[in-house]
């Protein structure tokens, strides 16, 4: 341990140490250790996270593993308790990597001396304190000010790991996981960090003795870290306090003793003592006489009750000045003629050229020349024109009702670039179209509806071309053995006929046995995986098979 430096060669600010024993707002820090609790918190609070094992449900631990218990983890692919027992379900994880956010960059300047700070005022404390007594008599008391110094920002990624018996288990878990995805991650009342979930890793081990659903995912948090103080022997939350203002609303005297100053400053007139008084209503006769008066003289549109009259001081004057008309806010002004470069009513602007803002107009309007918009025009009556020009660079129309009609005549033609919106129905030539369909069955069988290219190109590729693929296949087989005295076993698959044809059978079939036809009556087929049966009914066929029968089969096999 090093020696301690002698007390005179201590650099030590004592304006810094103060006690803040009695202060309700304490040092302020934001640790490691809180943001891999603000992750516990959320999972064992917000996610939740359980699983049901014959019938009950069960709440899956979470812990944080040490960096022994994850190596061991490693090791084993699981964990185990005290009693050697494999642990399911549980969930752990592990910090893994902290580097500086460097989408918020801040320098301290300083980090044992900041000087970058968050500023908050308390509205009301012991010394700031709110009283009646404060209030009527002007009190102007402490404010209390607290800089919090700036956090530095990290990005913290961590890695879990999921362990469960069942995948069921493991789905429900990981569900609830992914749906957190992108959350602020901890207690409401304390500390969140906005969280990001990586790709989900499925690592499940079966053997002979266990059988482990595993999965692997890792989650970066954005988090900010400010640790405790005694940084040049101040903490990261600095107290400070407004000095006291004192008022004095005693009544005074002051003596002039001297009659001698700037010329008109004093004139013989003037009392010795002058006081001062606390409040209006003990005001003295006291008053000045001016050498130099001043005259109040009436200018244009501007009365004087006392017009030319000056005055030194030494008498009262009572002075009224008007213009002719009120001019209040709620007041009616009128004027013969008003002459300016710009008129602002409101959020609307009048000049020479042109009306800046909205502009809403009762009654009527007669314009001789061009009227042009730069903005919005809105109109609830009916517009009457000779003729429209519309150049459209985006429109939107919207009819409360009425009808429109375009053209009068069979060779007008009526051009629209970009998509056509229709709710209700068209009719074309007389017939009425109601939808447009992209029913790929065709079961409808509407006759208002028209067909889109993918419902006619679906219903023909798997009903049309399926089944004339299926009528056109026909292939020849040779059976491979005989099995007993009733079956045939012939290589082959027979073919699947599509949904809208009866289901492949032997009637779909001709079979020769050495050069003779087989009646259908007795006969039967079946698919036993790859193999293709023929079955016999000996006693309706009138024979048995013999192993050295040549059965030949022509008909509906796949390939």
């Known amino acids: 341990m090093a020696k301690p430096l002698p007390r005179k060669q201590r650099v030590l600010n004592r304006g810094y140490l103060y006690t803040r024993t009695a202060d309700e707002v304490g040092e302020l820090s934001v640790k490691l250790v809180?943001?891999?609790?603000?992750?516990?918190?959320?999972?064992?609070?917000?996610?939740?996270?359980?699983?049901?094992?014959?019938?009950?449900?069960?709440?899956?631990?979470?812990?944080?593993?040490?960096?022994?218990?994850?190596?061991?983890?490693?090791?084993?692919?699981?964990?185990?308790?005290?009693?050697?027992?494999?642990?399911?379900?549980?969930?752990?994880?592990?910090?893994?990597?902290?580097?500086?956010?460097?989408?918020?960059?801040?320098?301290?300047?300083?980090?044992?001396?900041p000087n970058m700070f968050y500023t908050f005022e308390k509205q009301f404390s012991q010394e700031n304190r709110y009283d009646n007594f404060t209030l009527q008599q002007g009190l102007l008391p402490q404010k209390e000010y607290y800089n919090v110094t700036f956090p530095d920002y990290v990005v913290l990624n961590y890695d879990f790991i999921v362990w469960t018996t069942y995948i069921e288990q493991m789905n429900k878990i990981v569900e609830k996981v992914i749906y957190s995805d992108g959350a602020y991650w901890g207690d409401p009342e304390k500390l969140r960090f906005r969280s990001r979930i990586e790709s989900f890793t499925d690592a499940t081990e079966v053997s002979d003795v266990e059988r482990l659903v595993r999965t692997n995912f890792s989650v970066t948090?954005?988090?900010?870290?400010?640790?405790?103080?005694?940084?040049?022997?101040?903490?990261?939350?600095?107290?400070?306090?407004?000095?006291?203002?004192?008022?004095?609303?005693?009544?005074?005297?002051?003596?002039?003793?001297?009659?001698?100053?700037?010329?008109?400053?004093?004139?013989?007139?003037?009392?010795?003592?002058?006081?001062?008084?606390?409040?209006p209503a003990e005001s003295t006769g006291v008053s000045t006489q001016l050498s130099n008066p001043i005259t109040f003289n009436q200018g244009t549109g501007v009365t004087l009750s006392q017009n030319g009259v000056s005055f030194d001081g030494s008498t009262a004057i009572d002075l009224t000045i008007s213009i002719g008309q009120d001019v209040g806010t709620t007041s009616n002004v009128t004027f013969n003629s008003v002459s300016a470069s710009s008129v602002t009513l409101g959020t609307t602007t009048i000049d020479g050229s042109a009306i800046t803002g909205d502009l809403e107009i009762t009654g009527s309007v007669t314009l001789t020349g061009d009227f042009s918009v730069s903005g919005d025009a809105t109109i609830g009556g009916i517009v009457t024109a000779q003729e429209f020009h519309t150049e459209f660079v985006s429109a939107s129309i919207i009819y409360t009702s009425g009808s429109s009609q375009f053209g009068d005549t069979l060779d007008d033609t009526h051009n629209f670039t970009?998509?056509?919106?229709?709710?209700?129905?068209?009719?074309?030539?007389?017939?009425?179209?109601t939808e447009i369909s992209n029913d790929t069955t065709l079961a409808d069988s509407s006759a208002t509806a028209l067909v889109t290219e993918n419902a006619a190109k679906t219903y023909?590729?798997?009903?049309v071309l399926a089944s004339q693929t299926y009528l056109r296949k026909s292939f020849f087989k040779k059976n491979t053995s005989i099995t007993g005295t009733s079956t045939a076993s012939f290589?082959?698959?027979?073919?699947?006929?599509?949904?809208?044809?009866?289901?492949?059978?032997?009637?779909?079939?001709?079979?020769?046995?050495?050069?003779?036809?087989?009646e259908h009556d007795a006969l039967t087929i079946q698919q036993s995986s790859t193999t293709f049966l023929l079955k016999v009914d000996n006693g309706s066929i009138g024979y048995d098979l013999e192993s050295d029968d040549e059965i030949i089969a022509v008909g509906k096999f796949d390939s």
Do not use: C
């Not at 009719?427 to 179209?433: C, K, R, S």
């Open 34 to 113: 809180d943001i891999d609790s603000a992750i516990l918190y959320y999972f064992d609070n917000v996610i939740q996270p359980s699983v049901e094992d014959n019938g009950e449900n069960i709440k899956v631990p979470i812990m944080y593993a040490s960096p022994e218990r994850w190596k061991a983890i490693q090791r084993d692919g699981f964990m185990k308790d005290k009693k050697r027992q494999t642990i399911t379900p549980v969930i752990a994880y592990r910090r893994t990597s902290i580097e500086k956010d460097d989408s918020i960059p801040q320098d301290k300047l300083d980090a044992n001396n």
């Open 221 to 279: 948090l954005r988090g900010y870290l400010l640790p405790d103080g005694n940084f040049d022997h101040r903490s990261t939350t600095q107290k400070h306090i407004t000095p006291k203002k004192v008022m004095i609303g005693a009544e005074t005297d002051s003596i002039i003793d001297k009659k001698i100053g700037r010329s008109g400053q004093f004139t013989e007139d003037v009392v010795d003592s002058v006081s001062v008084p606390s409040s």
């Open 418 to 433: 970009g998509s056509l919106d229709i709710t209700g129905s068209y009719t074309l030539n007389g017939y009425q179209v």
């Open 460 to 463: 023909i590729d798997t009903k």
């Open 491 to 518: 290589n082959a698959v027979t073919a699947s006929a599509p949904t809208s044809l009866t289901d492949t059978n032997e009637n779909d079939f001709v079979f020769f046995i050495n050069g003779q036809y087989m």
